[in-house]
Nanobody
Framework: QVQLVESGGGSVQAGGSLRLSCAAN????????IGWLRQAPGKAREEVAS???????RYSDSVKGRFTISKDNAKNDLYLQMNSLKPEDTGTYYC?????????????????WGQGTQVTVSS
């Protein structure tokens, strides 16, 4: 059974930093693509960043240059370092993974999801 468990969310003032972690358990082999997605109140879920088995990363335009995704393949852990946070970064952040041989183009294509962790950025 695949289980994704996020941690590291919290409240921070604009300009601050947070680091999210995700422990991915239950994959016989590591997932081919794992990423961070977020959902703000009243908005659709969107991908923030993803990374595949070749360490190729993808970022949404809104976080490029501020967020960094990384993973520890030995432990199947995923991280998201978030710097220069803005109020519009507020939302629930989810770790999601897929065994597909590529990172999905739409959030709904991710097969497995964590329970989410709240990030609140105040101005």
């Amino acid at each position: 059974q695949v289980q994704l468990v996020e941690s590291g969310g919290g409240s921070v003032q604009a300009g601050g930093s947070l680091r999210l972690s995700c422990a991915a358990n239950g994959y016989g082999d590591r997932p081919n693509c794992i990423g961070w997605l977020r959902q703000a109140p009243g908005k659709a879920r969107e991908e923030v960043a993803s990374i595949d088995n070749e360490q190729i990363t993808r970022y949404s335009d809104s976080v490029k240059g501020r967020f960094t995704i990384s993973k520890d393949n030995a432990k199947n852990d995923l991280y998201l370092q978030m710097n220069s946070l803005k109020p519009e970064d507020t939302g629930t952040y989810y770790c999601a993974a897929t065994p597909l041989p590529f990172c999905p183009s739409v959030p709904s294509a991710y097969a497995h999801w964590g329970q989410g962790t709240q990030v609140t950025v105040s101005s």
